[in-house]
């Protein structure tokens, strides 16, 4: 199989990119494909045997069968869980999105992975400095996109705004995936069916609610991999 690498993006923050991201990893694994997984921009984190890790970039790198060093995982580690261009001045550093997209593109060249992900921070449009934002990181990455909606009020609206900036970057939309991030929402099939024919991409699936500790594994169980036009037929 050729290289597949998709940017994963979502309707906020905390709806679930991560676990999405880690389950489309753990659902690549099980095809036999090698995979990566990549998280250029992560705020917050902690200290393991002296090295500043945060736990998204640990998930992806330890759920992909490819053994990446961390800092090949995630090459800006920023210390304080705000958002990133804040976090950045904090740390005395400025994040650059082409080098950023370069370093991702170098990844997958370099691994020879199969399937890739690279799990954006906040939502589509968080800025990364005073001029720049993820979507600037995501347009000089080039991959195909998946939406991870989170099934709560205010999902439409966040979805299709998301859906047209995407768009307008001139991205492809590869997929979406719903994500039930906690209660069931009011009206969820409504919901899921006006998801379906407003976005312009196939839904991946519908993750239900997995309790306090959901895992990858669990999470693909409701993922179809096969739906993405890249991987269709
Ligand atoms: N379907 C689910 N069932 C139960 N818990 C979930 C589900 N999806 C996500 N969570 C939990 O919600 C929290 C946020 O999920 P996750 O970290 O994947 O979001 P994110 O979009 O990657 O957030 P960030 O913007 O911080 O990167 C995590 O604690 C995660 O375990
Ligand atoms: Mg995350």
């Not at 993006?9 to 679930?16: F, L, N």
């Amino acid at each position: 199989m050729s290289q597949r690498a998709y940017f994963i993006t979502g309707t906020d923050t905390g709806v679930g990119k991560t676990l999405v991201g880690a389950a489309l990893l753990h659902a690549a694994n099980a095809q036999g494909w090698s995979t990566i997984g990549l998280k250029p921009v992560a705020a917050g984190g902690t200290h393991h045997d002296g090295v500043f890790m945060n736990e998204d970039a640990c998930l992806l790198q330890a759920t992909a069968s490819i053994e990446l060093d961390y800092a090949a995982v995630n090459p800006a580690a920023l210390a304080d869980a705000i958002a990133p261009h804040i976090a950045a001045e904090r740390d005395g550093r400025t994040l650059n999105a082409a080098e950023l997209a370069t370093h991702c593109r170098h990844q997958l060249a370099t691994s020879g992975a199969e399937f890739a992900v690279a799990e954006g921070a906040g939502g589509w449009l968080v800025p990364l400095d005073a001029r720049t934002t993820m979507a600037d990181l995501a347009t000089s990455l080039g991959w195909p996109v998946i939406l991870v909606v989170a099934m709560r009020l205010g999902c439409l609206n966040h979805a299709l705004l998301t859906a047209r900036a995407i768009e307008a970057a001139g991205l492809a939309l590869a997929g979406w995936v719903a994500n039930v991030t906690g209660e069931q929402m009011a009206a969820e099939a409504a919901n899921l069916a006006t998801l379906d024919n407003w976005l312009p991409a196939p839904r991946l699936g519908c993750i239900r609610q997995l309790g306090p500790d959901p895992q990858p594994a669990d999470a693909a169980g409701y993922l179809d991999l096969s739906l993405l036009p890249e991987l269709a037929g």
